[in-house]
């Protein structure tokens, strides 16, 4: 379980950007973060996993409060949350192997990884999870040969060889085709169910927030102002979490839903 209690984050000494969130996410759960450029999502993301340091509040992933780590405990914790970015972040002269394998650095020693001798059963579990998301066949292939949805499995992959407690994914559908898009959130929400992993997404396109999450949390200037089932997500809440924003910040609204 993930629960994130009062948390408060300013950049410099500006305005906050989140303004003391409560969020609570149990286990087998897909939780989209939906609000406006600038509303605070990345921020909330990044704060999970302390790459942004937040000003005050707690968060605490099942038995460990992420917030009061330093050092070697906290690359400890780190491994517990596993992260799908937009842009993929693989190593494009690498194998789709070795990509995969670099989620289990900081559990193997440097000189196997160095070596590329990975342990018997780091590959067994590479390969039933490349086979579960259509990509065993890839395994030797360069990253950088690979299309975008193609990249993105690796990225999943990658991100569940940690055994991670929990999966945040930052934008995992924004550098993809529709039909692309589609396919990941799919296989992000079937992956939760069956490996029992809560996945928290941020995401603009509410269209997939709708079909592909189970819970939709709508946040605008730093604060959650929805936290509801996708059916509950009618027009007039819609209003509330985009007023005034562009049109392209609510990609994929209701009419298109509809
Ligand atoms: N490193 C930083 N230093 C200063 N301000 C920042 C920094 N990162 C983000 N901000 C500000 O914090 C606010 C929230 O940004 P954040 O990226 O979390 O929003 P977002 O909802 O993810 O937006 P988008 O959908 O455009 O990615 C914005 O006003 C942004 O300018």
């Not at 409060?65 to 842009?87: D, H, N, P, S």
Request: charge should be positive; proline fraction near 3%.
């Amino acid at each position: 379980m993930l629960k994130i209690s009062d948390l408060v984050k300013r950049y410099g000494g500006g305005e906050p950007v989140l303004k003391n969130l409560d969020l609570t996410i149990e286990g087998e759960s897909v939780v989209s973060i939906i609000g406006s450029s600038g509303a605070g999502k990345s921020t909330l993301l990044r704060c999970i996993n302390r790459l942004v340091e937040p000003t005050s509040g707690s968060i605490t992933l099942n038995d460990t409060e992420l917030t009061r780590l330093r050092g070697a405990e906290l690359r400890r914790a780190r491994r517990k949350i596993g992260m799908v970015f937009q842009g993929f972040n693989l190593v494009d002269r690498l194998t789709v192997m070795e990509n995969v394998q670099s989620g289990r650095l900081g559990y193997i020693s440097t000189w196997a990884a160095l070596t590329r001798r990975y342990p018997k059963d780091d590959i067994r579990r590479a390969y039933e999870l490349m086979e579960r998301v259509g990509i065993a066949h890839y395994a030797d292939k360069r990253a950088d040969e690979l299309s975008g949805g193609e990249r993105q499995r690796v990225g999943v992959v990658r991100a569940l060889m940690q055994k991670p407690e929990i999966l945040l994914a930052d934008e995992p559908t924004a550098s993809l085709d529709p039909k692309t898009s589609e396919q990941i959130m799919g296989l992000l929400r079937d992956l939760s169910r069956e490996l029992k992993l809560p996945v928290l997404i941020n995401i603009h396109n509410v269209h997939e927030a709708r079909e592909y999450t189970d819970r939709i949390v709508g946040m605008r200037y730093g604060r959650i102002i929805f936290d509801d089932l996708p059916q509950a997500l009618d027009q007039e809440a819609m209003d509330r979490i985009y007023s005034g924003s562009p049109a392209a910040d609510r990609a994929g609204g209701l009419k298109e839903a509809s």
